[in-house]
Nanobody, 126 residues
C-alpha cells in the first residue's frame, strides 16, 4: 500500500534546478501531525539525510552538503511535502525518498521515520 508518492525528479544539467513533491495518498495517517523529511541514496552508498521539517513547518534541518541550495517546505492542506533544489551538482545524483516521522519534530536520523515513499531518481549531468 503506497502512502507517499514522490514526483518531480529527472535529468538536469549541473547548475540547474528541480522541485520534488511528495504527496500523501489515502489518509492512513494525519499528514499535518508529523515531521517529514527527505533522504537520498546514491549507487553504492548508504541512504543519507537531506532535509527535514517539523509538523507545522516552523523548524527545518539540512545536511551540510545541501545548505543554501535546497529548501524544504510543506502544504498541510494539500498533504504534500516539497524539496526545491537549485545549483545542482553531479554529486546530488541519487534516488530521493520522502519519509514520515514518528514525531512532530524535524529529526535527522532515518530511524526516526516509519513510512517511506518509493523514491524518485534525480540525475545531474556535468
Amino acid at each position: 500500500q503506497v502512502q507517499l508518492v514522490e514526483t518531480g525528479g529527472g535529468l538536469v544539467q549541473a547548475g540547474g534546478s528541480l522541485k520534488l513533491s511528495c504527496a500523501q495518498e489515502g489518509r492512513a495517517f494525519n499528514f499535518a501531525s508529523y515531521g517529514m523529511a527527505w533522504f537520498r541514496q546514491a549507487p553504492g552508498k548508504d541512504r543519507e539525510f537531506v532535509s527535514a521539517i517539523s509538523w507545522r513547518g516552523a523548524a527545518t534541518a539540512y545536511a551540510d552538503p545541501v545548505k543554501g541550495r535546497f529548501t524544504i517546505s510543506r502544504d498541510n492542506n494539500k498533504r504534500t511535502l516539497y524539496l526545491e533544489m537549485v545549483s545542482l551538482k553531479p554529486e546530488d545524483t541519487a534516488a530521493y525518498y520522502c519519509a514520515k516521522g514518528k514525531t512532530t519534530a524535524q529529526r535527522t536520523d532515518a530511524s526516526d521515520y516509519d513510512i517511506w515513499g518509493q523514491g524518485i531518481q534525480v540525475t545531474v549531468s556535468s
